[in-house]
C-alpha cells in the first residue's frame, strides 16, 4: 500500500508538471505570435487612417506622401508584402467572397464592427506562405496586405519546453497556419492524448489531468492550442519506477 501511494503521488506530480508545461508553451507560442501579428495590423490601420487624413488635408500631395510613408511601414514591418487599395461600389461583385478569401472574413466587404483589420486564409505565392489581412478606409474603401507566414514561424523557432509539446496557431475555423514542438505529439490521435486505462484502474485518478491547453490572441481570431502525449508526459516517471524495481 506505500508503495502504491508513493508512485501515485508520483505519478500525479509528473502528470501535473506536464500540464503545467502545455500552459506554458500555449502561453508562450501565443505572446510571440502577437508581436507580428499586432505589428501589421496595427500598420495597416496606420496607413488607413493616414490615407484618408492626407486626402482630406492634402489631397495634391496625398499620393506621394502616402507612397513615402507605406515605404518606410515596409521597411520597418518586413513581413507586410503587396499593399494594395480596393474600392468597391455598393452591389459591386469584382471581388471574391468565397468561403476562401479575405472578404468572407470581413463579413462580405462590409467594414468590420470599429473598422478593426480582418484576417484571410493562408495561401502560396511567388514569396511563399502568406496570410492576407484587410483593413476599412471607409465606406467601399479598404487597404490590403499580405502577412509572410515564415515571420510567425520566427517568432516561435525558440520556444521553451517545445522538444517534447506540440503547439499550433489556428484560426476561426481551425486550420493550423503554423505549428511547432514534438512531431510524434502533433501527429497523435485522439486515443493518445486520453488517460490510458491503467491511470484509471490500477492508480484511481478518476479526474483526468489535461494535457491540452489553449490561449487566444486577443484581440486577433486566432488561438494557440499546445498538447503531450501521455507517453511523452510520463517518459520520467517510468524510468523513475524501472530504477525502482531494479
Wanted: with cysteine.
Amino acid at each position: 500500500a506505500v508503495l502504491m501511494n508513493g508512485l501515485r503521488s508520483d505519478l500525479r506530480a509528473q502528470l501535473g508538471e506536464s500540464s503545467h508545461r502545455t500552459h506554458e508553451v500555449a502561453i508562450h507560442v501565443e505572446q510571440a505570435v502577437r508581436i507580428p501579428l499586432r505589428g501589421s495590423a496595427n500598420s495597416l490601420t496606420f496607413i488607413a487612417e493616414e490615407s484618408s487624413r492626407l486626402q482630406r488635408m492634402a489631397p495634391q500631395q496625398s499620393d506621394a506622401l502616402l507612397k513615402g510613408l507605406i515605404a518606410e511601414i515596409l521597411r520597418r514591418q518586413p513581413q507586410i508584402r503587396q499593399v494594395d487599395f480596393v474600392a468597391t461600389g455598393d452591389g459591386d461583385s469584382s471581388l471574391s467572397v468565397s468561403t476562401d478569401s479575405v472578404w468572407a472574413a470581413c463579413h462580405a466587404r462590409m467594414p468590420p464592427a470599429g473598422g478593426k483589420p480582418c484576417f484571410g486564409p493562408v495561401s502560396n505565392g511567388p514569396d511563399g506562405e502568406s496570410m492576407s489581412l484587410a483593413a476599412p478606409m471607409g465606406e467601399h474603401r479598404w487597404i490590403t496586405a499580405d502577412i509572410q507566414v515564415a515571420a510567425l514561424r520566427k517568432a516561435i523557432a525558440n520556444i521553451p519546453h517545445a522538444n517534447d509539446i506540440a503547439f499550433k496557431l489556428v484560426d476561426e475555423q481551425g486550420r493550423a497556419i503554423v505549428q511547432g514542438g514534438d512531431a510524434a505529439a502533433a501527429a497523435a490521435d485522439s486515443q493518445e492524448v486520453l488517460a490510458p486505462w491503467w491511470i484509471r484502474t490500477l492508480f484511481g485518478l478518476r479526474r483526468p489531468i489535461p494535457l491540452q491547453a489553449s490561449s487566444q490572441v486577443d484581440p486577433y481570431p486566432f488561438k494557440v492550442v499546445a498538447g503531450i502525449t501521455y507517453e511523452k508526459a510520463l517518459a520520467p516517471w517510468r524510468r523513475q519506477l524501472v530504477a525502482a524495481c531494479a
